[in-house]
């Protein structure tokens, strides 16, 4: 049974910095096509934030680069986003996702407000 899930979300003022964690567990990260991070603010669509391809390229929202780092560590099949300087329109409930063949995952969601 494969579960994600997440962690460190929170409240932040602007300018201050969140590290999220996404632990997989029951799925082999060698059965894992892709990996990332999306986000949805109220009244809005959810979106790419940050992701790894198959072949361990990166992908990021033109609006978090320079800003957001997504990084892994395979041998734990844990994914991280780190949210520097953060902005209130980083407000969202931020969402782990993994691919696999035939197969897509979703973590339960953590809020992330950035607000002064």
């Known amino acids: 049974q494969v579960q994600l899930v997440e962690s460190g979300g929170g409240l932040v003022q602007p300018g201050g910095s969140l590290r999220l964690s996404c632990a997989a567990s029951g799925i082999s990260i060698f059965s894992i096509a892709a990996m990332g991070w999306y986000r949805q603010a109220p009244g809005k669509q959810r979106e790419l934030v940050a992701g790894f391809n198959s072949d361990d390229s990166t992908n990021y929202a033109d609006s978090v680069k320079g800003r957001f780092t997504i990084s892994r560590d395979s041998a734990k099949n844990t994914v991280f986003l780190q949210m520097n300087s953060l902005k209130p329109e980083d407000t969202a409930v931020y969402y782990c996702?993994?691919?696999?063949?035939?197969?897509?995952?979703w973590g339960q969601g953590t809020q992330v407000t950035v607000s002064s």
């Open positions: 996702k993994v691919v696999r063949i035939g197969a897509i995952y």
